[in-house]
């Protein structure tokens, strides 16, 4: 059974730091782009960052860009997103997703990807 799941996610004050894991299991994703997302209470789910097989090529959401980092660790079949200086409009339940197709680049849309994890609580509180 293939499945994605993520960790590290809790309750920070405003500014502070989360980094959040996500470990693939019943197959590898180190030939696949993979991406995390957000949704909050009441609104779409929105595209944070996502990065390449390779993890040279990285895209992120204005919103988050300069604040957030994602990486990738092949040999461990995860990817992380590092959060800092938090603010309390980033708060939602974040998703980690894996492109089915290798090799190819990664992209800011939902239906760009095929497995996704159950999601991880991010609360900021200002």
């Known amino acids: 059974q293939v499945q994605l799941v993520e960790s590290g996610g809790g309750l920070v004050q405003a500014g502070g730091s989360l980094r959040l894991s996500c470990a693939g299991s019943?197959?590898?994703?180190?030939?696949?782009?993979m991406g995390w997302f957000r949704q909050a209470p009441g609104k779409e789910r929105e595209f944070v960052a996502s990065?390449?097989?390779?993890?040279?090529?990285?895209y992120y959401a204005d919103s988050v860009k300069g604040r957030f980092t994602i990486s990738r660790d092949n040999a461990k079949n995860t990817v992380y997103l590092q959060m800092n200086s938090l603010k309390a409009e980033d708060t939602a339940v974040y998703y980690c997703?894996?492109?089915?197709?290798?090799?190819?680049?990664?992209?800011?849309?939902?239906?760009?990807?095929?497995?996704w994890g159950q999601g991880t609580q991010v609360t900021v509180s200002s």
């Open positions: 990065i390449s097989w390779r993890g040279g090529t990285t």
């Open positions: 997703a894996a492109d089915s197709r290798r090799w190819g680049l990664p992209t800011m849309r939902v239906g760009g990807y095929d497995y």
């Open positions: 019943g197959r590898s994703f180190s030939s696949n782009a």
